[in-house]
């Protein structure tokens, strides 16, 4: 399968939301867009209303991260708005299998984030109703973040577990990806890399994209 590229527009500048997207257009895969309500995570950043909007100024699949509570309040008004992706939380899910089942018949891809202080064990079982795996390379919460190595543990053993399964899933890592930490995700299994900070902060994101691409397939 081949590598997503997912640019995470909390690096970029929020007042230039659609230039940020069209910076990474033929470069990127998805546009990741990280939701955070200031009580799941310590953190708010943007909802609906914005993405609502923003789907009409690119063209570019959107991967929403939810890092917000009660998902299945909200869940399901990304998929309508065009989310090609909606990936929600398990620490925050009732029901994560019910919540996928919801996105999938509206249409959208389902995926379940796991974040760092969460095990990944008990929600192997669930990989079947879902599309994207998340697998989080540092505490959800904040773009800048240090990549944490020690959290690629779990990448490995849901590849193992994806392998064996024959499963058609996605597994994507976020946090801390960068030039220096894209090729050691890709070899513990991850195709599928956010990358905030790399992509925005670099002074052509495009060919940051590029670049990380490059690393990610070797
Ligand atoms: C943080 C978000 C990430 C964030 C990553 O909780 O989920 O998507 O944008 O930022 P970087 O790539 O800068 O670590
Ligand atoms: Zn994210």
């Known amino acids: ?57 690119t063209d570019l699949p959107f991967d929403v991260h939810l890092m917000i509570e009660a998902p299945e309040r909200w869940a399901p008004g990304y998929a309508e708005a065009g989310a090609y992706n909606v990936t ?8 994560p299998v019910e919540l996928a089942k919801t996105l999938r018949g509206l249409g959208a891809k389902a995926g379940l984030a796991i974040d760092k202080d969460t095990l990944l064990d008990p929600y192997l079982d669930l990989l079947p109703h879902f599309d994207t ?19 690629l543990d779990k990448v490995r053993a849901a590849r193992r577990h994806i392998a064996s399964g024959h499963l058609d899933i996605r ?6 990806v960068s030039m220096d930490t894209i090729a050691a995700a890709a070899e513990a299994g991850a195709d599928a890399f956010v990358a905030g900070t790399a992509v925005y902060g670099a002074a052509d994101p495009a060919a940051a994209c590029r670049a990380l691409r490059a690393l990610a397939e070797s």
């Open 1 to 57: 399968m081949s590598v997503i590229i997912a640019p995470s527009l909390l690096a970029a500048d929020f007042a230039h939301l659609a230039d940020a997207a069209a910076a990474v257009h033929g470069a990127a895969d998805w546009l990741h867009v990280d939701v955070m309500d200031n009580h799941f995570v310590p953190n708010l950043t943007i909802g609906l209303p914005v993405v609502t909007s923003l789907r009409r100024a």
């Open 88 to 95: 929600f939380h398990a620490e925050a899910a009732e029901d």
């Open 171 to 176: 597994l994507e890592v976020d946090g801390g």
């Open 133 to 151: 795996l998340l697998i989080m390379t540092i505490k959800a919460g904040f773009g800048g973040q240090a990549f944490v190595p020690e959290l």
